[in-house]
């Protein structure tokens, strides 16, 4: 998953991306208001996680500023601010929930996987495909009950299609969530993880595809197999 925090106390950013780092998500920090809203404009996150107080923007602003530029990305607002107007207000401007520091990061990162699962219209942490299971909390994933060693790259790429699944993703798409637009290599590397990634879960004893259709021209796709038609003679 890949996060965009937006928080102007260094310590506390530190903190939070410590947590981020520790719970496997890729992440970019914002100190000001109008610094997030580029990063929103430029790249795709999974969830936004926004400070009220910030040096340039009311975090209010900034979330009103995100709904009119029409981002939907979830957005979990941090605030050391427990007065129940302040949470309505929040609420009122597009949040998506609140949470007031200090805070336990077990709760915090419980949150942060429940809004991006509700977003993509998922109920449960784990989403199957097929023979194919992936815990979204515990960051692990199953052919049939078997353990499945990914590395984090092809973990990042299988979670990606999970959470849109059905949807058709481009290349474009994965190596700006792989990569952030930073030190970004070619866009074959996408099908080189694919090919990989396909091969483990297949000699785990997902279909030869590992349940990914390529979708020519323009990406891949996590969708159930197709049961096999029987011929009548």
Same mark, same amino acid.
């Given at each position: ?5 937006? &928080? ?17 998500? &890729?992440? &970019? ?6 610094? #997030? ?20 923007l009311h975090g209010h602003e900034v ?17 050391g601010d427990s007065e129940t ?9 597009? +949040? ?10 077990? %709760? ?5 996987? #429940? ?17 194919? +299971? ?19 790259? %092809? ?28 030190? &970004? ?27 990914? %259709? ?20």
């Open positions: 998953m890949r996060v965009l925090l937006i &928080e102007d106390d260094r310590a506390m950013a530190r903190s939070v991306e410590l947590m981020l780092d520790e719970a496997g998500f &890729e992440h &970019e920090t914002a100190g000001t208001g109008e610094t #997030a809203l580029e990063y929103a404009r430029t790249y795709e996150f999974d969830v936004v996680m926004l400070d009220l107080t910030l040096p340039d979330l009103k500023r995100l709904r009119m530029l029409r981002i939907n990305t979830p957005v979990l607002i941090l605030s107007g302040t949470k309505v207000t929040g609420f009122g401007a597009g +949040a998506d929930d609140y949470v007031t520091k200090p805070f336990d990061k077990s %709760e915090l990162m419980a949150r942060i996987h #429940a809004l991006v699962r509700r977003s993509q219209g998922h109920a449960q942490s784990v989403i199957v495909t097929g023979p194919v +299971a992936i815990d979204l909390a515990a960051r692990t994933v199953e052919v049939d009950g078997r353990r499945v060693g990914l590395t984090g790259k %092809e973990y990042a790429i299988l979670e990606m299609l999970s959470l849109r699944k059905g949807m058709t993703l481009t290349k474009e798409m994965f190596l700006t969530h792989l990569y952030g637009g930073r030190d &970004e290599p070619e866009l074959k590397i996408i099908d080189v993880f694919i090919c990989k990634l396909r091969k483990k879960l297949f000699l785990a004893g997902a279909p030869a595809s590992g349940c990914i %259709e390529t979708v020519w021209g323009r990406g891949y796709s996590l969708r159930d197999p197709q049961p096999e038609r029987l011929e009548v003679a």
